[in-house]
């Protein structure tokens, strides 16, 4: 990398790792992230698997030509919208204060 | 209106000169653009990334112009036209595939990263070899996308200009290339977004006129679209061999057929979730913001924009199937790509044509220019820069080596072209999702999330899930072995010709039964990242350590400071 910090700089990055602070951003990041991941991949495979497996099912009419496979992917759609939109509010809300905590604390003992 | 039997005779569609025209209005009017936002020399950032000077909006308009390719408009438009619902797995896919990049990949890269991919593979392993390899992954997955978008463009040109032969073909897929290589080496990433962006704005808007235009003539009503698709399929020639036309509506039409084929659809789909944060193009886009709240914001923007794109492409197959018909698809040069421009033509004649092939024209020129721009950086950064001269060249130098790869990877993308003309480009782009997902994907988790990765893991895994996705590529059907069919060939007679690469039925040396090894080679890289891992001690905890609070804290992210 270009823009290498000197050696003591790259202890206090391992000093700030290991603050309470920012192993509880740490949590908070994944603690969100992961299980929702976790969500939409299973949500997601869940509609492949049943239109590959269970196509009879999915192929059931709900009113004229609209079966239920088609509902089905179009949720697919709500749900994506929903993921993204629920995660950037809590990103802007909650996220970004308890990162921005934790970079000051970096800002602050460098410029001593 | 040209009827079918006039359509079969010519093979033109529109007024030749009118398309032209367009997509000559269209260059010049970029080409302006790009003249007036390029001013003059550029640092290696202004080159690469535009500084990281736009807003995550406008990143966001741009990135969903450098998605939604052309596979995206006219590959899945015609996918869903001739196989219905199953089809609409690549819009889905495509789509949540976003979300692995807003949750996992975008911001962290956005902190830890300032020119390439492998900036934040190389954080905290080895530099060269990681380098090195990522380079020829990232290489390998942008030659198969550009191929993708350049058979795309080979295509059309053979619909809109009444082209068929060989050469003339091959004349426009090389002024294609120019262009596009024009545009990088005057206005580099600053230069190509804004092409993006006005891509993005035509292609969306076009799409949605024709979404309303198709719904209006079924009474706004979905049911009866589906209604009016299934009875042209039933009065097509080909009826039988869409497995019953009624079905249309229906999943399973064409992967439902077989165990093989059930499980090449999961791997498919496998690929097509996971490709999407491993695209080399894609991710370079995320470093022209400032912020990794700017980086949010900008696949928000893109997750907006490419879902409302995908369900109205739903809304474009249908009515292509409905009003073109399959029969006319598949006759039209291009076949399963034409839909979308022939759908346009039954909409809005000569004038709707030329303006829709003039916007796909210039989504094939917008994202091969993004594709250039990043395989160009990783030839001039990584493998120029810190691997050849071990981080010692200046700033001219790296943006001189970077502008002659632009222009090596241009006569590529041309060659390559007049190959893969007649692939369908949704299922090319599949693969270099495959790819992507195996070689790239892996060693980013990775190295973002996982204490313990090394630079043997990464290596591992990189070569594992690049070695297996191609060589299992190579040995499938896509390449050799699918049985023959009837075909039609451009000078009126039928011959038998397997739909795989190599048309000659005789040539067979498939032994993998899958068309995409996703559900094979990315499991593997993954494994292998792990593997390679825990048997190297090798772990750099000062780096590691620096790595996950600037990934999170967004510390040190700024300006270039080597100057």
Request: aromatic content about 12%; glycine content about 10%; proline content about 3%.
């Amino acid at each position: 990398m270009s823009n290498h910090a000197p050696a003591e700089a790259d202890d206090q990055y391992m000093a700030v790792q290991a603050t309470p602070e920012f192993q509880a951003l740490r949590k908070k990041f994944r603690g969100f992230v992961f299980p929702m991941t976790a969500f939409f991949l299973a949500w997601y495979f869940l509609y492949v698997l049943l239109s590959i497996f269970a196509s009879d099912f999915m192929n059931k009419a709900l009113f004229g030509k609209i079966t239920i496979g088609l509902v089905f992917g179009l949720l697919q759609f709500v749900t994506t919208f929903a993921i993204t939109f629920i995660y950037a509010r809590w990103a802007n809300r909650d996220l970004d204060p308890a990162a921005d905590a934790v970079g000051a604390t970096l800002d602050g003992q460098r410029e001593h | 209106m040209a009827g079918l039997t006039s359509l079969a005779a010519a093979t033109t569609v529109g007024n030749p000169t009118l398309n032209i025209s367009i997509f000559v209005i269209f260059v010049l009017v970029t080409l302006t653009v790009v003249i007036k936002v390029a001013g003059g020399k550029k640092t290696a950032e202004q080159y690469y990334t535009a500084g990281g000077a736009f807003s995550g909006r406008q990143n966001g308009i741009a990135i969903a112009g450098d998605y939604l390719s052309a596979a995206s408009f006219l590959g899945i438009a015609g996918a869903i036209a001739l196989q219905g619902m199953d089809g609409f797995l690549y819009s889905i896919g495509f789509l949540v595939a976003w979300l692995v990049a807003l949750l996992l990949v975008a911001e962290l890269m956005r902190n830890t990263g300032r020119f390439t991919m492998a900036d934040v593979l190389a954080y905290r392993l080895k530099q060269r070899p990681i380098r090195i390899a990522v380079s020829v992954s990232v290489l390998c997955v942008s030659l198969f996308y550009l191929l993708a978008q350049m058979a795309g463009a080979g295509g059309l040109v053979s619909l809109l200009l009444g082209v068929s032969g060989e050469m003339a073909q091959n004349l426009v897929i090389a002024v294609v290339g120019v262009v596009m290589v024009t545009y990088v080496l005057i206005g580099g990433m600053k230069g190509t977004t804004w092409v993006q962006i006005i891509k993005a704005v035509l292609l969306i808007t076009a799409a949605f006129v024709m979404t309303v235009w198709v719904l209006g003539k079924y009474g706004f009503s979905l049911s009866g679209l589906f209604d009016g698709a299934i009875e042209t399929a039933k009065g097509s020639a080909n009826a039988k061999t869409v497995a019953g036309a009624d079905k249309l509506t229906h999943y399973g039409v064409k992967y439902g057929v077989t165990t093989t084929s059930k499980i090449d659809f999961i791997s498919l789909a496998l690929a097509l979730v996971l490709g999407t944060a491993g695209l080399p193009h894609v991710l370079q886009r995320f470093y022209t913001v400032p912020t990794s709240k700017q980086a949010r914001k900008s696949v928000e923007w893109a997750i907006w924009l490419i879902g409302g794109f995908y369900l109205l492409t739903l809304v474009i197959g249908f009515g292509a199937g409905a009003l073109v018909g399959p029969d006319k698809i598949s006759a039209a040069p291009g076949k399963a790509n034409s839909a979308a421009p022939l759908l346009a033509y039954e909409l809005g004649g000569s004038w709707m044509l030329g303006i829709v092939a003039g916007i796909a024209f210039a989504t094939i020129l917008a994202v091969v220019a993004g594709l250039t721009i990043t395989a160009s950086a990783t030839f001039a950064h990584d493998l120029y820069k810190e691997v050849f001269k071990r981080g010692q060249s200046t700033q001219d130098q790296e943006v001189k080596v970077a502008r002659y790869s632009a222009i090596a990877i241009g006569l590529v993308a041309i060659f390559g072209g007049m190959l893969a003309k007649s692939q369908n480009i949704a299922f090319l782009v599949a693969l270099a999702f495959a790819v992507a997902a195996s070689a790239n994907l892996p060693t980013i988790l990775y190295s973002l999330f996982w204490k313990g990765f090394n630079t043997k893991g990464a290596l591992w895994s990189i070569y594992g899930g690049l070695i297996s996705s191609i060589g299992l590529i190579i040995f499938s059907p896509v390449v050799s072995g699918k049985p023959a069919v009837a075909t039609k060939l451009a000078d009126g007679t039928s011959a038998m010709l397997s739909p795989s690469m190599f048309t000659n039925p005789d040539i067979d040396f498939h032994w993998f039964p899958l068309d995409n090894p996703g559900l094979i080679s990315i499991p593997l890289a993954f494994f292998l990242g792990w593997l390679g891992s825990k048997l190297s001690k090798e772990h750099n905890a000062q780096k590691y350590a620096e790595m996950e609070v600037r990934s999170l804290t967004g510390h040190g992210v700024g300006p270039a400071v080597d100057h």
